[in-house]
């Protein structure tokens, strides 16, 4: 279980590689910094680290993931990554659910499970990196000021 | 906030498995109540499935296993084992 000895010292490098990816990119509420701790403590118990943090412009960025540890190695078993608009209205989400084996011009997936849903539903490639997530949702929040 | 904080604040065991567990449960309950449909039928329905590749059930799913793994720590085998006999 990730609250026991070296799994759970696995699982807080994850989330601070997390905190550390979404801090030197984004501009997160100063609540967000006395929060994290929290979260991370939930997933020290639960193997599931859950993470809603609004935007300065109003976006809201969901990050789920769910670990397994084997040996010396924390593998992310699920995840799912959403970016919602001021809105609330659904914009990207990547998910490694193995329902899709090619993309919605129907090329393979580069990263199979990984995907992409893209604001209008279409199913596009994607590598499974959070970083990635994170660029594509900057490229994005850039774009719509 | 540096990461030495971060294990320290983490490492201060302010927080209970049992509010975990609720936090969860009630995450559950909300699930089941917006669908209608009890966790158990859910994963035995949706799980595994092309349906499941939706926000919602996405993340229904991952907590259910969260649910089940946090109960299985709490409740170790040494635990249990008393009331196998």
Not at chain 1, 25 to 35: K, Q, R, Y
Not at chain 1, 57 to 78: A, K
Not at chain 1, 104 to 116: E, G, T
Not at chain 2, 32 to 39: D, G, L, N
Request: net charge neutral; glycine share 6%.
């Amino acid at each position: 279980m990730p609250g026991e000895g070296r799994e759970r010292t696995l699982l807080i490098d994850r989330c601070w590689s997390i905190y550390l990816l979404l801090t030197e990119h984004f501009s997160v509420p100063s609540a967000f910094h006395e929060e994290f701790p929290v979260l991370v403590e939930r997933a020290t118990h639960s193997g599931l680290f859950h993470l809603t943090v609004r935007l300065s412009d109003g976006h809201s960025l969901y990050i789920r993931e769910e670990y397994d540890v084997t040996g010396h190695q924390l593998h992310v078993g699920s995840y799912s990554y959403t970016l919602t608009g001021p809105g609330g209205d659904p914009l990207f989400r990547a998910d490694p659910l193995p329902h899709h084996r090619t993309d919605h011009r129907k090329r393979p997936l580069a990263a199979f499970p990984h995907h992409l849903h893209d604001p209008s539903g279409r199913i596009l490639s994607f590598s499974g990196d959070i970083s990635d997530f994170t660029a594509l949702v900057k490229q994005h929040t850039n774009q719509s000021r | 906030m540096t990461k030495a904080e971060l294990i320290r604040r983490v490492s201060s065991g302010a927080l209970p498995t049992d509010t975990v567990l609720t936090d969860l449960a009630r995450e559950l309950h909300d699930f089941e109540a917006k669908y209608h449909m009890r966790s158990e039928v859910f994963h035995a329905l949706i799980v595994g499935t092309p349906a499941e590749d939706t926000p919602d059930f996405v993340n229904w799913a991952m907590c259910y296993r969260s649910y089940f793994r946090t109960l299985q720590a709490k409740f170790s085998l040494k635990t249990l084992a008393p009331y196998a006999r």
